[in-house]
């Protein structure tokens, strides 16, 4: 099957402005991206480059001003509200703050409970589910009953990729989904994410500031950068021998957990900084 | 499905009641409240007499006998007229009430959620609502529609609305733009679902807050019209026997007092219970919402008590340059359950132009480590035991009046979060401008001079704008820049800083790390960085202290704690380090297509 899951062509998101004469604040400005079944595409950028807008344009919570996203080709942007619904089982979110992507004031089982009671699943079987879905993640089986400040950050996050899971999506918009977490946490979510990929044939979108984190975990990579899709190709490429110089200013300031590797690094960096000066002027 | 509705009911309320109960001033006024809505049911079929029965031979008869609280001027059973008017006001308030909750409410969700030409009409009609004095349209309605009191309150509840609309419309449009709505939104619920369930459960409280006050303001208007004389007089309200009482004040003076009595002692138990449900309910979100982290940590506190930390090499790098020394510091918070330790015992040393990095997870104690340092722990929270001795001063036994000494001349401090460190009411100029003139007691012109060469060394493109700028005008890497700026503006011997370039892109981070590592040649500064990033260690720092739980584990030269490291938990911790490993690689050779650029 060589028909990409999702695919993005060309899209254009503009924010309104505030008055009539103002023309907006254009996010995204002709991003195109294609993304396989069972593939991890991670989206690497600084804030303010887009990354976490297209993803939710994806999702349908960004107005797609120009351009199209198919999903299984079927034109999946600008559909109303109804019909955006009728998507939950296919594309699915995780956010990056564990902290506010939880009603507070909800038990875990309600939380999870509520895509499946949403899609008219009776109790009896959304307890069951619940029930799989909390040992999907690694969490104890009496969680459900829990609110969630009862649980840490990397709980919490494992509580919102079962949210994630509960319907069965094909595609799992992961914005930032690591970033809030201890080292420790990190690795050990992206191990998850990256199991669950292997039984269900998942995809995702990996939308991170972290290129090593993107290097972890994605098939393949793309870069952006003011609303722009500057660079893309393979994972190991574009993270270790990037083509654009945006990509490689970004590779070189991320700093290496090494004293000597990392005093390399900034050698490199300084003299790419050096030579982007003296060329900045012709 | 009703067993999970039900169980989600009562977990977040669990036990208001109760906690309402346990409250003396809440719980007199529900017993009140509680006594008054038995009249409002029962109130006519308990009425010993017709209300409005007046019989002339008894024409304000005193209290007692016949009538246990005597009759009014045309003869009419003061008790009777109590009970039914009890009844005809407090019904008369719910249904302002009523009136005002279903157009503030309805108007505000929808309003709130939607925006849009809604949100437009609906805010200017408040707006325009809430410009009308409220006694004029009263009057005015009486005069076109006639003197029934559920007319009046009907048109109350109108003018009332605005209340609940200006509440629930800021409550929502914040609940609008939680990630959790958008997660529902994404798992398919609808929107009428997401209201009811995520954005009604936010602003329940407040509004049940609200309605208590907003009850009592109707009953009070209510009753002041009928003391007026503007009620229908076939009607018995509190109001109009306020105003039978009024017009007998000097031959029988009791009768102004049951009316009186009532709408005081409803009014004032509505206003209690309005504020101890404030307490209970929004007091009890908030601590809802504290972040429990490291609340796993703190078992395993106690079990590492007796480990000492790892050490490589010689502790101290060079003997005459130390500057600061921390030994067996132990700090402690004080919470309803007695002192919780947070940090057990932390030895630590920095000398003159050394980098020492204190690294480790969320609610490890460094942060906690770093502020008692600078006796600025937050509220509660104090040392219980050890010395930090700055330059050969004692800090702890010193008390304030040696840390306003040090704080500024002899530590500056960064913090994370640059923007929630500078004062948005203040320009950055001034910002940087009054630590200099207390301090250093420059004058205002070499004050300015100073601070501008300083957002020049920290690498500020354009000193002289970002000086007249307010801090929201600027990037964070910039506000990061003149935070560092103003921390090493009194050239102070230390810096503390306390995850630096956390909240920073990678591309400005290693500006302002080359910032630092620039500005500890320069100044021969000493620097304490808290950080969690090991590639911010390897940058910078020459020494390390891995912290865990309140411990340090493990502290030596950065290169041996990278390449020789012993305890566990640091090895375990560099493990979990991505960088350098290798790529995950395309999904399948065979089809293999780049992302169209």
């Not at chain 2, 849009?116 to 410009?131: H, K």
């Not at chain 2, 001795?389 to 040090?406: C, M, N, P, Q, Y």
């Given at each position: 099957?060589?028909?990409?899951?999702?695919?993005?062509?060309?899209?254009?998101?503009?924010?309104?402005?505030?008055?009539?004469?103002?023309?907006?604040?254009?996010?995204?400005?002709?991003?195109?991206?294609?993304?396989?079944?069972?593939?991890?595409?991670?989206?690497?950028?600084?804030?303010?480059?887009?990354?976490?807008?297209?993803?939710?344009?994806?999702?349908?919570?960004?107005?797609?001003?120009?351009?199209?996203?198919?999903?299984?080709?079927?034109?999946?942007?600008?559909?109303?509200?109804?019909?955006?619904?009728?998507?939950?089982?296919?594309?699915?979110?995780?956010?990056?703050?564990?902290?506010?992507?939880?009603?507070?004031?909800?038990?875990?089982?309600?939380?999870?409970?509520?895509?499946?009671?949403?899609?008219?699943?009776?109790?009896?079987?959304?307890?069951?589910?619940?029930?799989?879905?909390?040992?999907?993640?690694?969490?104890?089986?009496?969680?459900?009953?829990?609110?969630?400040?009862?649980?840490?950050?990397?709980?919490?996050?494992?509580?919102?990729?079962?949210?994630?899971?509960?319907?069965?999506?094909?595609?799992?918009?992961?914005?930032?989904?690591?970033?809030?977490?201890?080292?420790?946490?990190?690795?050990?979510?992206?191990?998850?994410?990256?199991?669950?990929?292997?039984?269900?044939?998942?995809?995702?979108?990996?939308?991170?500031?972290?290129?090593?984190?993107?290097?972890?975990?994605?098939?393949?990579?793309?870069?952006?950068?003011?609303?722009?899709?500057?660079?893309?190709?393979?994972?190991?490429?574009?993270?270790?021998?990037?083509?654009?110089?945006?990509?490689?200013?970004?590779?070189?300031?991320?700093?290496?957990?090494?004293?000597?590797?990392?005093?390399?690094?900034?050698?490199?960096?300084?003299?790419?900084?050096?030579?982007?000066?003296?060329?900045?002027?012709? | 499905?009703?067993?999970?509705?039900?169980?989600?009911?009562?977990?977040?309320?669990?036990?208001?009641?109760?906690?309402?109960?346990?409250?003396?001033?809440?719980?007199?006024?529900?017993?009140?409240?509680?006594?008054?809505?038995?009249?409002?049911?029962?109130?006519?079929?308990?009425?010993?007499?017709?209300?409005?029965?007046?019989?002339?031979?008894?024409?304000?008869?005193?209290?007692?006998?016949?009538?246990?609280?005597?009759?009014?001027?045309?003869?009419?059973?003061?008790?009777?007229?109590?009970?039914?008017?009890?009844?005809?006001?407090?019904?008369?308030?719910?249904?302002?009430?009523?009136?005002?909750?279903?157009?503030?409410?309805?108007?505000?969700?929808?309003?709130?959620?939607?925006?849009?030409?809604?949100?437009?009409?609906?805010?200017?009609?408040?707006?325009?609502?809430?410009?009308?004095?409220?006694?004029?349209?009263?009057?005015?309605?009486?005069?076109?529609?006639?003197?029934?009191?559920?007319?009046?309150?009907?048109?109350?509840?109108?003018?009332?609305?605005?209340?609940?609309?200006?509440?629930?419309?800021?409550?929502?449009?914040?609940?609008?733009?939680?990630?959790?709505?958008?997660?529902?939104?994404?798992?398919?619920?609808g929107d009428a679902r997401i209201m009811g369930r995520h954005i009604l459960a936010v602003v329940r409280a407040p509004i049940?807050?609200?309605?208590?006050?907003?009850?009592?303001?109707?009953?009070?208007?209510?009753?002041?019209?009928?003391?007026?004389?503007?009620?229908?007089?076939?009607?018995?309200?509190?109001?109009?026997?306020?105003?039978?009482?009024?017009?007998?004040?000097?031959?029988?003076?009791?009768?102004?007092?049951?009316?009186?009595?009532?709408?005081?002692?409803?009014?004032?138990?509505?206003?209690?219970?309005?504020?101890?449900?404030?307490?209970?309910?929004?007091?009890?979100?908030?601590?809802?919402?504290?972040?429990?982290?490291?609340?796993?940590?703190?078992?395993?506190?106690?079990?590492?008590?007796?480990?000492?930390?790892?050490?490589?090499?010689?502790?101290?790098?060079?003997?005459?340059?130390?500057?600061?020394?921390?030994?067996?510091?132990?700090?402690?918070?004080?919470?309803?359950?007695?002192?919780?330790?947070?940090?057990?015992?932390?030895?630590?040393?920095?000398?003159?132009?050394?980098?020492?990095?204190?690294?480790?997870?969320?609610?490890?104690?460094?942060?906690?480590?770093?502020?008692?340092?600078?006796?600025?722990?937050?509220?509660?929270?104090?040392?219980?035991?050890?010395?930090?001795?700055?330059?050969?001063?004692?800090?702890?036994?010193?008390?304030?009046?040696?840390?306003?000494?040090?704080?500024?001349?002899?530590?500056?401090?960064?913090?994370?979060?640059?923007?929630?460190?500078?004062?948005?009411?203040?320009?950055?100029?001034?910002?940087?401008?009054?630590?200099?003139?207390?301090?250093?007691?420059?004058?205002?012109?070499?004050?300015?001079?100073?601070?501008?060469?300083?957002?020049?060394?920290?690498?500020?493109?354009?000193?002289?704008?970002?000086?007249?700028?307010?801090?929201?005008?600027?990037?964070?890497?910039?506000?990061?820049?003149?935070?560092?700026?103003?921390?090493?503006?009194?050239?102070?011997?230390?810096?503390?800083?306390?995850?630096?370039?956390?909240?920073?892109?990678?591309?400005?981070?290693?500006?302002?790390?080359?910032?630092?590592?620039?500005?500890?040649?320069?100044?021969?500064?000493?620097?304490?960085?808290?950080?969690?990033?090991?590639?911010?260690?390897?940058?910078?720092?020459?020494?390390?202290?891995?912290?865990?739980?309140?411990?340090?584990?493990?502290?030596?030269?950065?290169?041996?704690?990278?390449?020789?490291?012993?305890?566990?938990?640091?090895?375990?911790?560099?493990?979990?380090?991505?960088?350098?490993?290798?790529?995950?690689?395309?999904?399948?050779?065979?089809?293999?297509?780049?992302?169209?650029?």
């Open positions: 099957m060589t028909d990409p899951l999702l695919d993005v062509r060309d899209v254009e998101v503009r924010y309104p402005g505030r008055g009539l004469r103002s023309s907006g604040f254009l996010a995204l400005r002709g991003v195109s991206l294609d993304i396989r079944e069972g593939e991890t595409v991670g989206l690497v950028g600084e804030s303010g480059s887009g990354k976490t807008t297209l993803g939710r344009a994806i999702l349908g919570l960004a107005p797609v001003t120009s351009g199209g996203i198919g999903y299984r080709g079927r034109e999946i942007s600008g559909l109303s509200r109804r019909q955006r619904r009728a998507l939950s089982d296919q594309i699915q979110v995780v956010f990056q703050d564990p902290y506010s992507s939880l009603n507070p004031s909800m038990t875990i089982e309600a939380i999870l409970g509520e895509p499946l009671t949403a899609r008219g699943r009776t109790g009896g079987e959304a307890g069951r589910r619940i029930a799989e879905l909390l040992e999907r993640v690694a969490l104890p089986s009496d969680a459900g009953r829990r609110l969630p400040r009862e649980f840490s950050g990397g709980q919490r996050q494992r509580i919102a990729i079962a949210r994630a899971l509960a319907l069965e999506p094909r595609l799992i918009v992961c914005d930032e989904a690591v970033s809030a977490l201890d080292l420790s946490n990190r690795a050990r979510i992206l191990r998850l994410l990256t199991e669950i990929q292997e039984t269900t044939g998942v995809s995702y979108l990996f939308v991170s500031h972290d290129l090593a984190v993107v290097r972890h975990i994605s098939h393949r990579v793309a870069v952006m950068y003011r609303g722009e899709i500057v660079e893309s190709g393979d994972g190991d490429t574009v993270t270790s021998d990037p083509a654009h110089p945006y990509t490689r200013r970004l590779l070189l300031a991320a700093p290496v957990p090494d004293p000597d590797l990392q005093a390399r690094r900034r050698r490199e960096r300084a003299a790419l900084s050096d030579r982007e000066n003296h060329e900045r002027p012709a | 499905m009703t067993q999970e509705t039900a169980r989600r009911r009562r977990a977040p309320g669990r036990g208001l009641l109760a906690r309402l109960f346990a409250n003396p001033a809440s719980a007199v006024s529900l017993a009140f409240l509680f006594s008054v809505a038995i009249v409002v049911v029962l109130g006519e079929p308990l009425a010993p007499r017709d209300p409005n029965h007046s019989s002339l031979y008894d024409i304000l008869s005193a209290p007692g006998g016949e009538y246990p609280l005597g009759t009014d001027g045309a003869g009419r059973d003061v008790l009777s007229r109590l009970l039914v008017a009890t009844r005809v006001s407090v019904l008369a308030a719910l249904l302002a009430l009523a009136v005002s909750l279903v157009l503030g409410v309805a108007g505000g969700m929808l309003a709130g959620y939607y925006g849009g030409w809604f949100d437009t009409v609906s805010t200017w009609l408040t707006s325009l609502v809430m410009s009308l004095p409220a006694i004029v349209v009263l009057l005015a309605a009486r005069a076109v529609l006639g003197p029934s009191v559920w007319l009046s309150m009907a048109v109350f509840g109108v003018i009332l609305s605005p209340v609940f609309f200006r509440l629930v419309y800021s409550l929502v449009s914040s609940v609008r733009e939680e990630l959790y709505v958008d997660a529902a939104r994404v798992s398919g619920l049940i807050v609200q309605a208590a006050i907003v009850t009592s303001t109707a009953i009070a208007v209510q009753s002041g019209l009928e003391f007026l004389g503007l009620g229908d007089s076939s009607v018995p309200t509190w109001g109009g026997m306020l105003n039978e009482g009024f017009a007998n004040i000097y031959r029988a003076p009791m009768l102004l007092l049951w009316p009186a009595l009532t709408i005081a002692l409803t009014s004032v138990a509505l206003a209690m219970l309005a504020n101890t449900l404030r307490d209970e309910l929004e007091g009890g979100n908030r601590s809802a919402e504290g972040r429990g982290d490291g609340e796993g940590d703190k078992e395993n506190g106690s079990r590492e008590a007796a480990h000492a930390p790892i050490r490589h090499g010689a502790e101290q790098a060079d003997a005459g340059r130390e500057l600061l020394t921390v030994r067996g510091l132990r700090v402690g918070y004080r919470t309803p359950a007695g002192i919780t330790e947070v940090v057990h015992g932390v030895d630590l040393s920095v000398g003159r132009g050394e980098v020492h990095g204190l690294v480790g997870e969320s609610g490890s104690g460094k942060t906690q480590t770093a502020f008692a340092v600078m006796g600025l722990l937050s509220r509660g929270g104090r040392v219980l035991e050890g010395s930090v001795s700055f330059d050969g001063e004692d800090l702890v036994t010193g008390g304030e009046s040696a840390l306003a000494r040090i704080r500024g001349r002899g530590i500056g401090y960064v913090p994370q979060e640059p923007m929630s460190n500078l004062d948005p009411s203040f320009t950055i100029g001034s910002q940087l401008v009054e630590p200099l003139r207390v301090c250093l007691g420059m004058d205002r012109r070499a004050a300015r001079a100073r601070a501008l060469e300083l957002l020049e060394r920290v690498g500020i493109p354009d000193p002289e704008r970002t000086f007249s700028s307010y801090p929201h005008q600027v990037s964070g890497g910039m506000a990061q820049r003149v935070l560092i700026a103003g921390a090493v503006s009194t050239e102070p011997a230390l810096l503390i800083a306390d995850e630096p370039t956390t909240a920073l892109d990678v591309t400005v981070q290693a500006e302002v790390l080359d910032l630092l590592r620039d500005l500890r040649q320069d100044l021969d500064m000493g620097v304490l960085l808290v950080t969690h990033d090991f590639g911010v260690v390897a940058d910078l720092c020459d020494r390390v202290s891995v912290m865990r739980s309140g411990h340090i584990v493990e502290t030596g030269p950065t290169r041996e704690i990278f390449h020789r490291a012993r305890h566990p938990y640091t090895r375990s911790l560099l493990d979990s380090i991505l960088d350098g490993g290798g790529a995950r690689g395309p999904l399948a050779p065979t089809d293999r297509k780049g992302v169209t650029p």
